[in-house]
T-cell receptor
Framework: GESVGLHLPTLSVQEGDNSIINCAYSNSASDYFIWYKQESGKGPQFIIDIRSNMDKRQGQRVTVLLNKTVKHLSLQIAATQPGDSAVYFCAEGNNFNKFYFGSGTKLNVKP | NAGVMQNPRHLVRRRGQEARLRCSPMKGHSHVYWYRQLPEEGLKFMVYLQKENIIDESGMPKERFSAEFPKEGPSILRIQQVVRGDSAAYFC???????????FGDGTRLSIL
C-alpha cells in the first residue's frame, strides 16, 4: 500500500526560529495532502492542505510546499512558538475517502 | 459549533470482552472515518462510512471488528473478544463531503487488561 514517511523523527528549534518539517510520499497518484498537528492526549488538528495542482500554499505563519517531481511535501512554520510544540503528521489522499498518515515528526521548541 | 465527539475517552476491558466506541460527527457532516493509532506511530485508516453505508473497510481486521453509522445516532466501532493487541487510541474524523479536510475527535484510549 501507500507509504508516507518523514525524514526527521524529532526536530528541536529555538523559539523565534523558522521550522521546516519534511515528508516523502510514495504514491504519485495522490492528489490531496494535509498537515496535521497533534498535541499530547488530543486528536490531530488540521493545519493546512494543498492539492496536487498547486506547488505552494500559505496560511497564518505556515507554508506548505509540494514537489510532485520528487514526491516531497514540507511544512514551514515561521517564528516558531512554544505552543507549536507537538507531533506533526502529513497525510496523503488519493481516493477521496481515506488518508495515509506518516509516522510523525516531533517538534520541540526551546524557549 | 461542537466538534467531533468521541466517548468514552478512556475504556478499559478485560481480554474476551467487547468494546464499543462511539463517535458523533460535527453537525452537518455525513462522512465518518475511523483510525487507529499506536504509541509513537501515525494513524492507520480503518473504515470510512456514510449514513447507513460502509464505503471502504479495507483497513478493518477481518474478524472481531465492525463499524456502523446508523441513520440516527452516533457511529459505533465495535470490537468483540478483545485481545491485548487491540490496545490503542482510536480516532474518529468527519467531513461534510469527501475530499475535504477531516476533523478529528480527541479519541478513545482503549486498554486491555
Amino acid at each position: 500500500g501507500e507509504s508516507v514517511g518523514l525524514h526527521l523523527p524529532t526536530l528541536s528549534v529555538q523559539e523565534g526560529d523558522n521550522s521546516i518539517i519534511n515528508c516523502a510520499y510514495s504514491n504519485s497518484a495522490s492528489d490531496y495532502f494535509i498537515w496535521y498537528k497533534q498535541e499530547s492526549g488530543k486528536g490531530p488538528q488540521f493545519i493546512i492542505d494543498i492539492r496536487s495542482n498547486m506547488d505552494k500554499r500559505q496560511g497564518q505563519r505556515v507554508t506548505v510546499l509540494l514537489n510532485k517531481t520528487v514526491k516531497h511535501l514540507s511544512l514551514q512554520i515561521a517564528a516558531t512558538q512554544p505552543g507549536d510544540s507537538a507531533v506533526y503528521f502529513c497525510a496523503e489522499g488519493n481516493n477521496f475517502n481515506k488518508f495515509y498518515f506518516g509516522s510523525g515528526t516531533k517538534l520541540n521548541v526551546k524557549p | 459549533n461542537a466538534g467531533v465527539m468521541q466517548n468514552p475517552r478512556h475504556l478499559v476491558r478485560r481480554r474476551g470482552q467487547e468494546a464499543r466506541l462511539r463517535c458523533s460527527p460535527m453537525k452537518g457532516h455525513s462522512h465518518v472515518y475511523w483510525y487507529r493509532q499506536l504509541p509513537e506511530e501515525g494513524l492507520k485508516f480503518m473504515v470510512y462510512l456514510q449514513k447507513e453505508n460502509i464505503i471502504d473497510e479495507s483497513g478493518m481486521p477481518k474478524e472481531r471488528f465492525s463499524a456502523e453509522f446508523p441513520k440516527e445516532g452516533p457511529s459505533i466501532l465495535r470490537i468483540q473478544q478483545v485481545v491485548r493487541g487491540d490496545s490503542a487510541a482510536y480516532f474518529c474524523a468527519s467531513s461534510p463531503e469527501s475530499v475535504q479536510p477531516q476533523h478529528f475527535g480527541d479519541g478513545t484510549r482503549l486498554s486491555i487488561l
